[in-house]
């Protein structure tokens, strides 16, 4: 599943909040980084993600286009 803090839920954060899982990857395309929620750090690897990789190349991101509010960014919790 694919998400992101850039998303008015701030999903992977409170996926970390409530699962524990620590390790997220970017689900943008053509980006291979990931983060570590739990040494709140940048890693240059992590565990081996099952297929898609990355949203398609044309959808926005938080996405999909027309589903989020135009007034998205500023619900972010900071």
């Given at each position: 599943?694919?998400?992101?803090?850039?998303?008015?839920?701030?999903?992977?954060?409170?996926?970390?909040?409530?699962?524990?899982?620590?390790?997220?990857?970017?689900?943008?395309?053509?980006?291979?980084?990931?983060?570590?929620?739990?040494?709140?750090?940048?890693?240059?690897?992590?565990?081996?993600?099952?297929?898609?990789?990355?949203?398609?190349e044309?959808?926005?991101?938080?996405?999909?286009?027309?589903?989020?509010?135009?007034?998205?960014?500023?619900?972010?919790?900071?």
């Amino acid at each position: 599943m694919g998400c992101c803090d850039s998303s008015p839920g701030q999903h992977a954060t409170a996926h970390f909040r409530t699962t524990g899982h620590p390790v997220v990857q970017s689900y943008e395309p053509g980006e291979d980084w990931f983060w570590d929620y739990a040494a709140d750090e940048l890693r240059a690897s992590g565990p081996a993600l099952a297929p898609p990789v990355s949203h398609p190349e044309g959808q926005p991101a938080p996405g999909p286009a027309g589903r989020v509010p135009a007034d998205w960014a500023r619900s972010l919790r900071g």
